[in-house]
C-alpha cells in the first residue's frame, strides 16, 4: 500500500512565524503535490513537484514556497503565517503517467493565530 | 477555464438503495477520472478510476464514464450507512504531470 504520511495531524503557529509542513512518501513516486482544502472551496492546488528540485505553481502559490531536495520528500513553507492560512493542508503522491491517481498523507491541520 | 463540476448535495438516500453521484468536466480531452470519497475530518481515499468509455464496476461500486458527454458517474448498489461521506470527481486535464482538478464534492447521506 501507498504511504503518505505528514509530519503532523495538528499544528498550531502565530502570525509572522515561518511555518514547515513536511510530507514523505515510501512508493518512489515522481509527482508530489500540496493542497489546502477550506469549506466551500473544495481542493486548491497551492505546489507541486515532478521531479527531485523541480516545482510548479498551482492555482494558489502566494504567500507559500516549496522544497524537494529528496525524491521522496516534499515540504510546504508559509514564510510569514497569516491567519487567511488557517486550513487543512493535505499532501499527495502520485506516478509520472496519465491514468496515475494521486494517493493522499492524513493530512494537517494548520491554525494561525 | 478548466472545470469540474459535482452537485453539493446533500443526496439522501435509505438503506439498500442506489446511491447516483454525477459529475461533469469541461476539457473534452480530458484522459482520466478518479472518484474519491472523504470521511468527514479525513483525508481523500481513492476508491475508482476509469479511463474508457463505459461502465466499471468494483464490488458495490460501479464508475460510468462518457467522453462525449463529458460526464462521469458514480453508483454506489445497496448504499449502507458507512457509505455517507463526501464523494469528489477528479480528471486530469494535464496529461502525464498527473495533475487533478477536483470537484467541490457530492455529500451523501444514507439513513438506516
Known amino acids: 500500500d501507498v504511504k503518505v504520511t505528514q509530519s503532523s495531524r495538528y499544528l498550531v503557529k502565530r502570525t509572522g512565524e515561518k511555518v514547515f509542513l513536511e510530507c514523505v512518501q515510501d512508493?518512489?513516486?515522481?509527482?508530489m503535490f500540496w493542497y489546502r482544502q477550506d469549506p466551500g472551496l473544495g481542493l486548491r492546488l497551492i505546489y507541486f513537484?515532478?521531479?527531485?528540485?523541480?516545482?510548479e505553481k498551482g492555482d494558489i502559490p502566494e504567500g507559500y514556497s516549496v522544497s524537494r531536495e529528496k525524491k521522496e520528500r516534499f515540504s510546504l513553507i508559509l514564510e510569514s503565517a497569516s491567519t487567511n492560512q488557517t486550513s487543512m493542508y493535505l499532501c499527495?503522491?502520485?506516478?509520472?503517467?496519465?491514468?496515475?491517481?494521486?494517493?493522499f498523507g492524513d493530512g494537517t491541520r494548520l491554525s494561525i493565530l | 477555464q478548466k472545470e469540474v463540476e459535482q452537485n453539493s448535495g446533500p443526496l439522501s438516500v435509505p438503506e439498500g438503495a442506489i446511491a447516483s453521484l454525477n459529475c461533469t468536466y469541461s476539457?473534452?480531452?480530458?484522459?482520466?477520472f478518479f472518484w474519491y470519497r472523504q470521511y468527514s475530518g479525513k483525508s481523500p481515499e481513492l476508491i475508482m478510476s476509469?479511463?474508457?468509455?463505459g461502465d466499471k464496476e468494483d464490488g458495490r461500486f460501479t464508475a460510468q464514464l462518457n467522453k462525449a458527454s463529458q460526464y462521469v458517474s458514480l453508483l454506489i448498489r445497496d448504499s449502507q450507512p458507512s457509505d455517507s461521506a463526501t464523494y469528489l470527481c477528479?480528471?486530469?486535464?494535464?496529461?502525464?504531470?498527473?495533475?487533478?482538478?477536483f470537484g467541490q464534492g457530492t455529500t451523501l447521506q444514507v439513513k438506516p
Open positions: 499527495a503522491s502520485g506516478l509520472w503517467g496519465a491514468n496515475q491517481p494521486q494517493h
Open positions: 512508493m518512489d513516486h515522481e509527482n
Open positions: 513537484s515532478y521531479d527531485v528540485k523541480m516545482k
Open positions: 476539457d473534452r480531452g480530458s484522459q482520466s
Open positions: 476509469i479511463y474508457s468509455n
Open positions: 477528479a480528471v486530469n486535464m494535464w496529461g502525464n504531470t498527473g495533475k487533478l482538478i
